[in-house]
């Protein structure tokens, strides 16, 4: 049997994003993520949201987006794909473009920042403030 050497995981780098000016800093997302309202494309009016997972020392490991009140991909208004749910980004949000402003400018996404409306959307869906 022949032993191969071990070679480094290699990550893919990835894909250059500009910043949107329309995704709220890290530092402006509650510890449940950003919740949004998609503005444009079939699912138009469809709820999304971007939830971060920490690290143990309270840093942002990566976040999710998840169409929230609609199942299937995302399409922009030409019918090209934007988005699956549930996809996973480790870039962090207003310093590092990433799939959170790829779909804010794809699907014209509106950001929350009504804070009684925030909290009545996780005090009735997702409870973990």
């Known amino acids: 049997m022949r032993i191969w050497p071990r070679r480094a995981a290699r990550t893919p780098p990835h894909e250059v994003i500009d910043v ?4 709220p800093p890290l530092s402006a997302w509650g510890r449940n993520g950003i919740v949004g309202t998609i503005g444009s494309g079939p699912a138009a009016g469809a709820t999304v949201v971007a939830h971060p997972h920490w690290n143990e020392r309270g840093a942002l490991d990566y976040y999710e987006l998840e169409v929230w009140d609609r199942t299937g ?3 922009d208004e030409d019918g090209r794909f934007v988005m699956e749910d549930w996809g996973p980004d480790d870039r962090v949000p207003g310093t590092e ?3 959170v402003d790829a779909l804010t400018r794809e699907v014209d ?3 929350w920042t009504d804070q009684e409306r925030l909290d009545a959307f996780w005090s009735t869906h997702w409870d973990r403030r």
């Open 97 to 99: 473009g990433g799939l």
């Open 73 to 75: 991909p995302v399409f």
């Open 20 to 23: 949107h000016p329309g995704v």
């Open 109 to 111: 996404v509106t950001w």
